[in-house]
């Protein structure tokens, strides 16, 4: 970074991440972690990330003008190199060192520096957020922990490699992939719960202040703290998702985000709308950022048909049902809710079989026993949309291909902007291995909203 500013992003990018494939081929990762064996690798997947991400930020300060960063990127730069301490603190950050949530270099710095939403001039953030964020961070690190080891025993993926499970008709296989996944999920849910409690304590969890209406302020709007600034999932929204789009909002969030900030929006020219091309690079790189193993490709490849299709399904719900009644007291909504909640759980889980597996030879088997189903019908979905796109009403295309899955998600900018202010990086990944970018516009603007405090402080970019 002091050698080269201009540049040090690219050579981070040429450095970092095939010394961590050449860790991850070294150390067989991926098999030894199945094994319950675990080295440094894993850490230097998230050291990767921040590495990355920061000499980006200082390379977007010395090589481009204000006015051609974006509003995150705005938001993240820094033209002046930290200290040795800062450096090192941010890198061996206690609260994300193993398995993250990974930060950014900005964040951490307006942190440690009492700066941003924690100056002594803002207003003043109460401990008392900080602390019960850092209990319910706690509690649901321990409640996975505990469903975790009282169902790996017997609902392990190798349970789809035994006799009973091949004597099972089709709809109780596709149910056990269901519980596998759900299964192994929930340890990520306490490795990052457990991350994010710790730096919740810390105070580094703190997100923005926003106006709310209060009762005892008799209606008037109120400031109301928010915290999940460093919140990696949500468990609940993850298992009870009704749309794989929005998977990305609840899942990973904080790789998610650096897929999409440092590789998504970075493959798509100024001007220019994403393709499903650009989707499907951004998930190979995920891919090879897991290890070099055939499930990491089948999964990640898989995931960006996941998305895709789902763009389709709600493009349609929206031409056939409009503005229907979505509430708990209308039983056809009821319905159709849950039947939307089993074909994203199950599109997730039939794909997660292959980043468990990891070879070749057992990923296809196991998808072929349940005859590939869950991979046709998204396919399916998929070509239907292109070929048959739904219309507005008068007569505009509705996208329903993937390349533009940004428009559907703008379309729902309810959704997209509770995840961006609720989990403070704005940005997603998305399923079970870790990383997915976030597809929507819409959720850019609850970005853009999360960003503007932090505005004031980086539109010097030079001067800094």
């Known amino acids: 970074m002091w050698l080269v500013p ?4 690219t050579l981070a990018w040429l450095i970092c991440f095939p010394y961590l494939t050449i860790l991850h081929v070294a150390n067989a990762s991926g098999v030894n972690w199945n094994a319950g064996d675990l080295d440094f690798t894993g850490g230097q997947m998230v050291l990767t990330l921040k590495l990355i991400s920061m000499a980006m930020c200082y390379q977007d300060a010395n090589s481009r003008k204000p006015e051609e960063l974006t509003n995150y990127q705005r938001a993240h730069v820094f033209g002046a190199l930290p200290g040795l301490l800062e450096y090192l603190g941010f890198v061996f950050c206690f609260g994300n060192l193993l398995a993250g949530p990974v930060i950014e270099f900005r964040d951490y710095q307006m942190w440690v520096r009492k700066e941003g939403p924690w100056a002594p001039s803002a207003r003043k953030v109460p401990w008392t957020g900080d602390f019960w964020a850092g209990v319910r961070a706690w509690g649901i690190a321990m409640a996975s922990m505990v469903f975790y080891l009282s169902m790996e025993k017997v609902w392990n993926f190798k349970l789809l490699a035994t006799s009973w499970y091949a004597a099972q008709p089709l709809l109780v296989k596709l149910v056990t992939m269901q519980v596998i996944g759900t299964t192994y999920r929930t340890r990520y849910y306490f490795a990052w719960s457990l991350g994010h409690c710790s730096l919740a304590f810390a105070g580094l969890d703190f997100l923005k202040w926003e106006d709310r209406q209060g009762e ?10 928010v915290w999940g600034r460093c919140r990696n999932a949500q468990p609940l929204k993850v298992e009870f998702c009704e749309s794989s789009r929005l998977l990305a909002q609840y899942w990973n969030t904080t790789t998610g985000n650096f897929l999409r900030r440092y590789v998504y929006e970075r493959l798509t020219k100024p001007g220019k709308k994403p393709t499903f091309v650009t989707l499907m690079v951004t998930q190979l790189v995920s891919g090879v950022w897991h290890g070099l193993y055939p499930g990491y490709v089948m999964f990640f490849a898989g995931s960006a048909v996941l998305f895709a299709h789902s763009t389709v399904v709600y493009n349609y719900e929206r031409a056939l049902f409009g503005d229907a009644p979505k509430t708990s007291s209308n039983p056809l909504w009821l319905l159709w809710w849950a039947l939307k909640v089993f074909l994203t759980k199950q599109g997730l889980d039939f794909l997660a079989m292959a980043f468990l ?6 990923c296809v088997a196991a998808w072929a026993s349940v005859h590939y189903l869950p ?3 998204m396919v399916t979905v998929l070509v239907l949309g292109n070929l048959f796109p739904v219309k507005k009403k008068g007569g505009k295309k509705v996208v329903t291909a993937a390349g533009d899955g940004s428009s559907a998600v703008a379309a729902e900018p309810a959704a997209g902007g509770e995840a961006g202010n609720e989990n403070g990086n704005g940005d997603a990944e998305g399923v079970v291995a870790d990383d997915h970018m976030y597809l929507g516009e819409g959720i850019k603007s609850a970005l853009v909203d999360g960003a503007a405090s932090r505005q004031d402080l980086t539109n010097g970019v ?3």
């Open 357 to 362: 597996w990891l070879t070749w030879q057992e």
């Open 216 to 225: 005892k302020s008799g209606g008037r709007d109120e400031r109301v703290g």
């Open 462 to 464: 030079k001067q800094e």
């Open 6 to 9: 201009r540049k040090c992003g």
């Open 375 to 377: 991979l046709l019908y």
